[in-house]
C-alpha cells in the first residue's frame, strides 16, 4: 500500500498531519484506512479525501458530523447494551438488571429513551454516510479504532469501542446555561454546574464489573453519572448541528443538517428532564462523589428549579437586540474542533491512539475551514 501511495508524498497538503510533523507515508497510510473509498483513489489524486459532486466544504462538514455520529452511537449503543432494550432494532447485549433498575429511579421509560436515542444514532451515521456515498464523495470508516474495552458487567458484548465511558468528567454546566436569562457562552460567558464533583476527576457511567453493581447508592450513582451525561452529549450535537448549518451550500445539506440537529435537541430535552430527577447522595464506593439536591441553593429557586426544562430566552447575536429563547451555543467559527474537545476533554477518547486523535482532529479542521460557498 506505502508503495502505491509514493506519490502523495510530493503533493501532501493535510494540514494537520503536516503541521504535526507525521512523514507522508505514515499519513497517507493512515489515512487510506480510515475512509471506507478505496485505497486507489487516494493514491490517484492524493491525500485529501473525495468530494464528489459536493462542495468540498459540504463534505467535510458531512464527514466530521458522520464521524461525530459514529462516536455518539458507539457510546450509546454500550449504553442500550446494559440499560436500555435490545431487540432487532438496537441489537447487542443483554441486559443489566440492577443497572436498568437505577436508571429506572430517573424516569421508568429510562430504557425505551437510551433504546430509541441509541437507533436515532446509528440512522443518523449511516445516512449521512450514504448520502456522502451518494454524491460520489469519500465516506467516514472508524473500525480499526475500536479497540477500546467493553464493561465486563453482566449484559454488556465483549466487543472493541471506540468510545470509553468508564471514566468520564462530565460537564453539567448546560443545566444552568439553558436556565439563566442573561448569558450566552457565544459572549464568552462561562456557567455554573449542575454537580460540581462529576465535573472534576473521573466517574464510570456505566458498571465496570459486576463489582459495581452493589450497593445500591454506589449503582445509583453510576446511573445518575450517565443521566447527565445523557444530557451533556446531546447539548453538544444541539449546538453542532446549527454550528456547522451556516457554512453548508447545497440545499440538500442544509436540509439534512436542518432535520438532524434539531432531534438531538429532543435528545436533550428529553434528558434535561430526566437528569432532574437523580436522587441526591454520596457514592459510597467514591465520597468525593456527591449528587446535590438539585431543589436547593446554591441551585434551586425560580431560576434553577429542576422541573424548568424549557429554555430561558437569554441574549443573541448582539446585546441590544432582545433576549431570545435560543440553541446556545451556535457560534460557527471552530465549531466542530470545538466539539472534538469538549469530547475529548470528558474523557471520552481515554484510551485511544494517537493516530485517532490526529483523524479526528484532521477532520474538524477540514469541517471548519469550509466556508460557505467557496470551498
Ligand atoms: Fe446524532
Ligand atoms: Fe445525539
Redesign the pocket.
Known amino acids: 500500500m506505502k508503495d502505491s501511495l509514493n506519490g502523495v508524498k510530493t503533493s501532501i497538503n493535510r494540514r494537520s498531519f503536516v503541521k504535526n510533523g507525521l512523514t507522508a507515508a505514515s499519513a497517507a497510510t493512515m489515512g487510506v484506512g480510515l475512509l471506507a473509498s478505496s485505497s486507489s483513489a487516494f493514491a490517484k489524486k492524493g491525500p485529501e479525501e473525495h468530494s464528489g459532486s459536493l462542495t468540498r466544504g459540504d463534505a467535510a462538514i458531512l464527514r466530521f458530523l458522520a464521524a461525530a455520529e459514529i462516536l455518539?452511537t458507539d457510546l450509546w449503543q454500550q449504553y442500550n447494551e446494559l440499560g436500555g432494550i435490545q431487540d432487532s432494532e438496537v441489537p447487542g447485549g443483554s441486559g443489566n438488571s440492577v443497572y436498568t433498575a437505577a436508571l429506572a429511579v430517573l424516569d421508568s421509560d429510562m430504557a425505551q429513551y437510551i433504546h430509541d436515542?441509541t437507533e436515532?444514532?446509528l440512522t443518523h451515521e449511516v445516512f449521512i454516510n450514504a448520502f456522502l456515498a451518494s454524491k460520489g464523495a469519500d465516506t467516514v470508516n472508524l473500525d480499526q479504532f475500536r479497540t477500546l474495552p467493553s464493561s465486563k458487567a453482566s449484559g454488556a458484548q465483549q466487543i472493541g469501542r471506540l468510545t470509553n465511558l468508564m471514566q468520564l468528567t462530565v460537564d453539567t454546566s448546560w443545566w444552568t446555561r439553558y436556565r439563566v436569562g442573561n448569558k450566552n457562552p457565544d459572549f464568552g460567558d462561562t456557567f455554573d454546574q449542575a454537580v460540581p464533583t462529576l465535573n472534576v476527576g473521573q466517574h464510570p457511567a456505566i458498571p465496570r464489573t459486576d463489582d459495581d453493581l452493589t450497593p445500591n447508592e454506589h449503582i445509583q450513582a453510576i446511573a445518575n453519572t450517565a443521566g447527565f451525561h445523557f444530557g451533556t452529549?446531546?447539548q453538544g450535537?444541539t449546538s453542532l448541528y446549527p454550528s456547522l448549518a451556516q457554512r453548508v451550500t447545497h440545499p440538500d445539506v442544509l436540509r439534512i443538517v436542518l432535520s438532524i440537529g434539531p432531534t438531538?435537541a429532543m435528545?436533550f430535552q428529553t434528558w434535561s428532564d430526566k437528569a432532574g430527577n437523580a436522587p441526591p447522595l454520596t457514592d459510597p464506593k467514591d465520597s468525593t462523589l456527591v449528587f446535590p439536591d438539585l431543589n436547593s441553593p446554591p441551585l434551586g429557586g425560580e431560576e434553577f428549579q429542576t422541573n424548568l426544562i424549557m429554555p430561558e430566552p437569554t441574549i443573541f447575536l448582539s446585546r441590544s437586540l432582545p433576549a431570545c429563547s435560543i440553541v446556545r451555543p451556535t457560534a460557527t467559527n471552530g465549531a466542530a474542533m470545538g466539539a472534538l474537545k469538549f469530547l475529548t476533554a470528558m474523557g471520552l477518547f481515554i484510551g485511544q491512539s494517537p493516530a485517532f486523535f490526529q483523524l479526528l482532529t484532521d477532520l474538524a479542521e477540514d469541517a471548519d475551514t469550509a466556508k460557505n460557498g467557496h470551498a
Do not use: M, R, V
Open positions: 455518539e436515542n436515532d444514532e452529549i446531546e450535537g438531538e435528545h
